[in-house]
């Protein structure tokens, strides 16, 4: 059995003042990002494999793991910095164990001032043409830099990109590049105590789905918020919420930021969601629009490289132009096909339904195993 430890940010919450909370146990499942290798925990053994959690204060100053996993917001709630995380990954290695980083930040850039230091690096998407990494995109992010060409850089302060030596560094260290998952797969936050009982003894996800047959009197939901500190982040968004409002394809309390509740219930009663990219471009509204039975409209996601991957064309999603000079043609052609909307509607929800099943976990546990094999034994 092979024993891999995991290197999580210290969480301060009131949840650390009840016994069962005090271990690093809880300071990854408050991170939902790992929500679905917590919940496979027993499907692991049998691909042998068990995994320990730690934070920053209680890691064994000698462990008995072959392999190490950093969280990449190792830094979050205390005052590390990154030349602090670069002796603690050269620590590990000089005692001989493998070392990951776990990247689980939304956009797919690079942390290339950590990328030499690690044994390999695990990201939840990645760019599938892999030059871009070479070059300094405005924005940090490929759809930002597009915003920015075609606003001729009017949103974006040239001096923040600096000469760099990206290119060099991605260059000798792409190989150490692989796939993690996304967060389609991050459903659960464990909020409460019942939370805890759920997972400790359930075992189960908590996903209550809504069918695409449930009756549904609006036609498309576009419920986003636009404020973004970065600006050509936020374009996407402010650009269609715009352009949504002036041709008046939705309506009432279906645009912009509402309330959870709100937002829950427009979309059971929504046929279709569009969800544009946020700091990344998948979205925990994507897999929302998976289990309300909407049908998911988005900006195309063809230069993306992903797990689980639901962005299947005109099948698990309809995709959108990035150009809003193509938006009208393809919304009006988009919105008068209800069997297509109800068809990807109905697929994107079996789809992800899949995910969850016995099987589904199962692909989840084969697949990263797989992955851990060729870290300690490729």
């Known amino acids: 059995m092979e024993q891999i430890d995991i290197l999580v940010p210290y969480k301060h919450s009131r949840k650390r003042r009840i016994p069962f ?13 790992w929500y679905p290798l917590l919940i496979n925990r027993t499907n692991f053994l049998d ?63 690079i942390l290339m001032e950590l990328l030499p230091e690690v044994d390999y690096y695990m990201k939840k998407q990645l760019l599938k043409n892999r030059s ?32 760099s030596n990206y290119k060099s560094i991605f260059t000798n260290n792409q190989h150490k590049l692989m796939v993690s998952w996304n967060i389609l797969l991050a459903v659960d936050q464990f909020d409460s105590f019942r939370d805890y009982l759920r997972f400790a003894f359930l075992k189960d996800e908590s996903l209550c789905y809504t069918s695409p047959n449930h009756s549904r009197e609006v036609v498309l939901n576009a419920n986003f918020s636009t404020g973004y500190k970065n600006s050509l982040v936020a374009q996407q968004r402010i650009q269609l919420k715009s352009f949504l409002e002036d041709f008046k394809w939705v309506k009432d309390n279906s645009i912009g930021y509402v309330e959870k509740n709100n937002y829950i ?20 509204r994507d897999f929302e629009a998976f289990v309300y039975g909407n049908a998911l ?25 990035w150009d809003p000079n193509k938006w009208k043609d393809e919304f009006q ?16 929800q079996n789809s992800y339904k899949e995910l969850w099943s016995e099987n589904g976990k199962h692909e989840f546990c084969k697949r990263l195993s797989s992955k851990l094999d060729d870290i300690l034994f490729g």
């Open 47 to 109: 691909y042998g494999y068990r995994f320990r959690f730690f934070t920053p204060n209680n890691i064994p100053s000698r462990s008995t793991s072959s392999c190490i996993f950093i969280d990449s917001r190792i830094k979050d709630g205390k005052k590390i910095k990154w030349d602090d995380v670069k002796i603690m990954i050269r620590k590990f290695k000089q005692e001989g164990k493998k070392v990951v980083l776990f990247d689980n930040k939304d956009s797919h850039n």
């Open 297 to 321: 409209l988005k900006p195309n996601m063809d230069h993306l490289e992903t797990w689980p991957n639901l962005y299947q064309k005109n099948d698990t999603y309809i995709p959108i132009s």
């Open 265 to 284: 219930n427009n979309l059971k009663k929504s046929k279709a969601v569009v969800s544009p990219f946020g700091w990344g471009e998948v979205c925990y």
């Open 132 to 163: 871009h990494y070479k070059k300094v995109l405005d924005g940090g992010r490929l759809f930002t830099d597009f915003y920015s060409k075609i606003n001729k850089g009017e949103l974006w302060d040239p001096s923040q990109n600096q000469p």
């Open 21 to 33: 909370f005090k271990y690093s146990l809880f300071d990854g499942m408050a991170n939902r990002d």
């Open 333 to 348: 052609e988009i919105l008068s096909k209800d069997n297509l909307i109800f068809k990807v509607a109905k697929k994107g």
